[in-house]
């Protein structure tokens, strides 16, 4: 396929537990999103990769959250001691250096329990 | 501070009623304004892009409009399958886009 691919698709995890989210975009693209959408909410921006550029990691919540992308391919987000309030959908987004649309992946469901 | 606000939150339609969505936005130095639809389980799909005020463009029955304040999605006999979440976003650099929390619409037959 084409498009922006994350796995796993859910994941439910107890309190405490550390989890890894992946995601593969699309071949070509140089620049990586990482959003968090709670439940009813818009997209909070979380990290952002371009090239070989030090991300910007302005809108990861906390020091729990950190996550990291092989040149201009796979990036994984990991959540450390995960709490409930972690429990959203965690999408992936990825483009070509134009500011046009990003393509966005179908996002990982994580439930803290 | 950069903000979008999206209204309504929500918009029930019956099949072929016309209606616009409201996207209001503050951004220093405006680089795009972004439109993407949201199906139940799925991630965004991008819809369009609009860089400077006076800007439109359309897609089937959608058609987005730009001033130096607000975006406005409008729909146009709108079908059943229109029915999504849309969201408005903005970016005043290339590396962030700012979500609104989005309009709910649902179209009946």
């Known amino acids: 396929g084409a498009g922006v691919s994350q796995s796993p698709s859910n994941k439910v995890t107890e309190k405490g537990k550390d989890v890894e989210l992946r995601c593969d975009p699309i071949?070509?693209?140089?620049?990586l999103y990482w959003y968090r959408q709670r439940l009813g909410q818009g997209l909070e921006f979380l990290i952002y990769?371009?090239?070989?550029?030090?991300?910007?990691k302005s809108g990861l919540p906390s020091d729990r959250f950190s996550a990291e992308r092989t040149g201009e391919s796979v990036s994984t987000l990991t959540i450390q001691r995960t709490q409930q309030e972690d429990s959203a959908v965690y999408l992936c987004a990825s483009s070509s250096p134009d500011p046009g649309g990003r393509s966005f992946g179908q996002g990982t469901r994580l439930t803290v329990v | 501070e950069d903000q979008v606000t999206q209204s309504p939150e929500a918009l029930r339609l019956q099949e072929g009623e016309s209606s616009s969505l409201n996207c209001s936005y503050t951004?220093?130095?405006?680089?795009?304004l972004f439109w993407y639809r949201q199906d139940p389980g799925k991630g965004p799909e991008f819809l369009f892009t609009?860089?400077?005020a006076g800007e439109e463009k359309e897609k089937e029955r959608l058609k987005a409009t730009l001033t130096k304040k607000e975006s406005f999605l409008h729909i146009t006999a709108p079908k059943p399958e229109d029915s999504a979440t849309y969201l408005c976003a903005v970016s005043g650099g290339y590396n962030k886009l700012i979500f609104g929390a989005g309009t709910r619409l649902a179209v009946h037959p």
């Open positions: 990769f371009q090239g070989n550029s030090a991300p910007d």
């Open positions: 071949s070509g693209h140089t620049a």
């Open positions: 609009l860089y400077s």
């Open positions: 951004v220093s130095g405006l680089r795009g």
